[in-house]
């Protein structure tokens, strides 16, 4: 991947702020190697190469909220069970990377764990093993939202074709949650994107041979960012691009 540095500006200094305590309970899938984690519903590919890791969860579908969560960062601690490690509980961020779809040939209380209205995290193996012993399954957890501290600028992946641009963001910091996103090109005026799935965001419009920037609005706190000439004109599909702006 090749990542180009650019001139950007911040439009608002606001901080994200965490959100109070609630109750949910917590599973994972895949092994001690995160292997399964890769790829996800919210489009981030390879987690390790963008910045990711092993710190990572599913959401249940009223939590990753039709891929508006995509990103966005979680405390969770282990709650009340004989499975938890420790007496102080211990404490895990991980960033929501996929979906946990519902299994309705489960109970909702019995292995249908991210049926709605269920409010449930199903992690990485690594970032469970963290806050609680793996043979528990499932247990009961706290969790509330925090900000998410990224390292770098915004990144943003291209794919699509001459007529169509698909654009994945990626490492945002702060709530980490996106809700719209515009695209410019040096000979344009500002294009809405329309939300795609997970963390990507289109425009049906040729924009070839331009420098490109970007207009973001934040889902939870409807701040908004604007990240200048991240796209040279010879920009490609393929290539991810960095812009040294973000969230926090």
Same mark, same amino acid.
């Given at each position: 991947?090749?990542?180009?540095?650019?001139?950007?500006?911040?439009?608002?200094?606001?901080?994200?702020?965490?959100?109070?305590?609630?109750?949910?309970?917590?599973?994972?899938?895949?092994? @001690?190697?995160?292997? @399964?984690?890769?790829?996800?519903?919210?489009?981030?590919?390879?987690?390790?190469?963008?910045?990711?890791?092993?710190?990572?969860?599913?959401? *249940?579908?009223?939590?990753?909220?039709?891929?508006?969560?995509?990103?966005?960062?979680?405390?969770?601690?282990?709650?009340? *069970?004989?499975?938890?490690?420790?007496?102080?509980?211990?404490?895990?961020?991980?960033?929501?990377?996929?979906?946990?779809?519902?299994?309705? *040939?489960?109970?909702?209380?019995?292995?249908?764990?991210?049926?709605?209205?269920?409010?449930?995290?199903?992690?990485?193996?690594?970032?469970?093993?963290?806050?609680?012993?793996?043979? =528990?399954?499932?247990?009961?957890?706290?969790?509330?939202?925090?900000?998410?501290?990224?390292?770098?600028?915004?990144?943003?992946?291209?794919?699509?074709?001459?007529?169509?641009?698909?654009?994945?963001?990626?490492?945002?910091?702060?709530?980490?949650?996106?809700?719209?996103?515009?695209?410019?090109?040096?000979?344009?005026?500002?294009?809405?994107? *329309?939300?795609?799935?997970? =963390?990507?965001?289109?425009?049906?419009?040729?924009?070839?041979?331009?420098?490109?920037?970007?207009?973001?609005?934040?889902?939870?706190?409807?701040?908004?960012?604007? =990240?200048?000439?991240?796209?040279?004109?010879?920009?490609?599909?393929?290539?991810?691009?960095?812009?040294?702006?973000?969230?926090?």
């Amino acid at each position: 991947m090749a990542f180009i540095l650019t001139i950007s500006i911040k439009a608002t200094d606001a901080v994200f702020r965490p959100s109070p305590w609630q109750l949910a309970h917590a599973t994972f899938y895949g092994d @001690e190697t995160a292997s @399964e984690t890769m790829g996800g519903a919210c489009g981030y590919g390879n987690l390790f190469t963008n910045g990711y890791g092993t710190d990572t969860a599913a959401l *249940s579908s009223i939590l990753f909220n039709n891929g508006y969560a995509c990103g966005s960062c979680y405390q969770i601690k282990c709650y009340q *069970s004989k499975w938890c490690f420790g007496w102080v509980p211990f404490t895990r961020v991980v960033t929501a990377t996929n979906l946990c779809p519902p299994n309705w *040939s489960q109970d909702s209380n019995n292995g249908g764990w991210c049926n709605p209205p269920r409010v449930h995290f199903d992690m990485s193996k690594p970032a469970f093993m963290k806050i609680a012993q793996w043979k =528990a399954g499932i247990v009961p957890v706290m969790y509330r939202r925090v900000p998410c501290q990224r390292s770098g600028g915004l990144r943003f992946s291209f794919q699509g074709n001459g007529y169509w641009l698909l654009v994945y963001v990626m490492n945002v910091g702060g709530g980490g949650d996106i809700s719209q996103m515009w695209v410019k090109g040096s000979r344009t005026g500002w294009t809405r994107m *329309s939300h795609n799935w997970g =963390a990507s965001y289109q425009a049906f419009a040729t924009l070839g041979g331009q420098s490109l920037s970007f207009r973001i609005t934040f889902y939870t706190t409807k701040e908004t960012l604007f =990240a200048w000439n991240v796209a040279p004109n010879n920009w490609n599909v393929g290539l991810t691009y960095k812009a040294n702006v973000n969230f926090r």
